[in-house]
T-cell receptor, first 113, second 111 residues
Framework: NAGVTQTPKFQVLKTGQSMTLQCAQD?????MYWYRQDPGMGLRLIYY???????DKGEVPNGYNVSRLNKREFSLRLESAAPSQTSVYFCASLAGRAGETQYFGPGTRLLVL | RKEVEQDPGPFNVPEGATVAFNCTYS??????FFWYRQDCRKEPKLLMS???SGNEDGRFTAQLNRASQYISLLIRDSKLSDSATYLC????????????FGKGTTLSVSS
């Protein structure tokens, strides 16, 4: 099992460009999450999907959209990238049972110029 | 008050030292507790779950005090490979929502 995979690993964008970060998990987990991590800020939740067909905003959703394509895949889209979105983005998944912990993908490093 | 608070450190210790990290959480209804480890430029990975009775995994011991809303992690006989950031993590009462992460405590073990 690959666990949680993310593509791309690295990306450089110009201000105003759009892109989609892809995430997939093969653990049959119900819930999936997108975080960003900035120096000194810790992990901040952008959006999450508690189950297939549902999505909800997290702490910092502005400038992002998400799609839960199916149970395996959860994508994050930046419609018009801004330098403030330069960050490391982590996708995570969770089975959904009480006491279960989250599993993270390897991250996508995004630089917006 | 932040939901999960940790001393950011850094903690600089020699090999073989014992070091303790503390964490407090604000939501008294929190149900599950974890310590994660994050190496530089890598994803967070589960180190251990934390139970009310306390639990031990080799050199690592985790404790939970629900009355004080306090979690601790003790590392004995520190190794160079223990150098990392340690994240205190709390789960809300209901399932399906995201875990809440502290900002992490940085540990540097030197020879």
């Amino acid at each position: 099992n690959a666990g949680v995979t993310q593509t791309p690993k690295f990306q450089v964008l110009k201000t105003g460009q759009s892109m989609t970060l892809q995430c997939a998990q093969d653990m049959n987990h119900n819930s999936m999450y997108w975080y960003r991590q900035d120096p000194g800020m810790g992990l901040r939740l952008i959006y999450y999907s508690a189950s297939e067909g549902t999505t909800d905003k997290g702490e910092v959703p502005n400038g992002y959209n998400v799609s839960r394509l199916n149970k395996r895949e959860f994508s994050l889209r930046l419609e018009s990238a801004a330098p403030s979105q330069t960050s490391v983005y982590f996708c995570a998944s969770l089975a959904g049972r009480a006491g279960e912990t989250q599993y993270f993908g390897p991250g996508t490093r995004l630089l917006v110029l | 008050r932040k939901e999960v608070e940790q001393d950011p450190g850094p903690f600089n210790v020699p090999e073989g030292a014992t070091v303790a990290f503390n964490c407090t959480y604000s939501n008294s209804a929190s149900q599950s507790f974890f310590w994660y480890r994050q190496d530089c430029r890598k994803e967070p990975k589960l180190l251990m779950s934390v139970y009310s009775s306390g639990n031990e995994d080799g050199r690592f011991t985790a404790q939970l005090n629900r009355a004080s809303q306090y979690i601790s992690l003790l590392i004995r006989d520190s190794k160079l490979s223990d150098s990392a950031t340690y994240l205190c993590v709390v789960s809300p009462q209901w399932t399906g929502t995201a875990l809440i992460f502290g900002k992490g405590t940085t540990l540097s073990v030197s020879s």
